[in-house]
């Protein structure tokens, strides 16, 4: 590790220990949803009136409903019968993953061009976590999504760091570096301070986990499968590991030795990556 990885390493440890790392927030409509998604008697038209307040949102989310992955058997045409048809959990799900891409934008070229790289990929993961939960597993396909979106969010509090130190921008290698050590820890704070689900909180730290054996599928082992496949065939190191000992493939009933040439799934997959993009 070079010494300016491990000093920036020990500062934001340090940091992160005393609470003097500032971490991301979720973006105002994300919060004001899931706030009204956790009263137990809100009301449809009170979660619409929330989102409506975000155009972007309200016509992302009709789009996500008309699309093929959630197959409505007639169009749907306002935000009403979008969150009809999806639920309210569903719809809040939902709304915080598609806000969030908001929140990596940054105002240098080098960290923004990071911070797209980071969040193409979370929707790349969360899009074929959607699939792989639908297909082989009794979750949340809307909470599979959003763990797929947030397993990388540790990164951003870590390339906000970069854009105020110079030095730590202009040598990549340690960036990197800094970010692989610490962003699953990260993670899992931040999640914790946005008060997500007890299930999704650790799917920072636990997704890169490979040898953990837990006891019934989870949206950790739906992530890591996701992860791993969306590496198929590259130069990454996880995709030159041996994958028939993880058992999050066993847990999901598939076998990482058999190609998975299911046309119809990879045809969802590519969809839910399009749509969360």
Known sequence: MTDLAQRVQEE???????DQLVLPTLPEVALRVREAAEDPDVSIPHLVKEISTDAALSARLIKVVNSPLLRSRQEITDLSMAVN????????????????????????????????????????????SHVLCRHYTRLKPDQATLAGLVHQIGVL?????????????RDSISLNLVIEKI?????????????????????PTEHLNFTRDSSAVDYADVVQVAVLQSLAGSAHPYAQMDWSNISSFAKLGLNPAEEQEDEDLSAEMEAAMQLLG
Not at 12 to 18: F, G, P, Y
Not at 86 to 105: K, V
Not at 115 to 125: C, D
Not at 157 to 169: D, G, H, K, V
């Open 12 to 18: 934001l440890i340090q940091a992160i220990e005393k």
């Open 85 to 128: 048809r999806m639920g309210i959990t569903y719809t809040a799900n939902l709304a915080t993953g598609l806000a969030m891409s908001q929140m990596f934008q940054a105002t240098s070229d080098v960290i923004d061009r990071k911070m797209r790289e980071v969040w193409n990929r979370s929707t790349e993961v969360a899009g074929i």
């Open 157 to 169: 509090p870590i390339l906000s760091y970069a854009e105020e130190n110079n030095q730590l921008l």
């Open 183 to 203: 962003h699953p820890v990260l993670g899992d704070r931040i999640l914790q301070a946005w008060d997500f689900p007890e299930p999704l909180r650790h799917v």
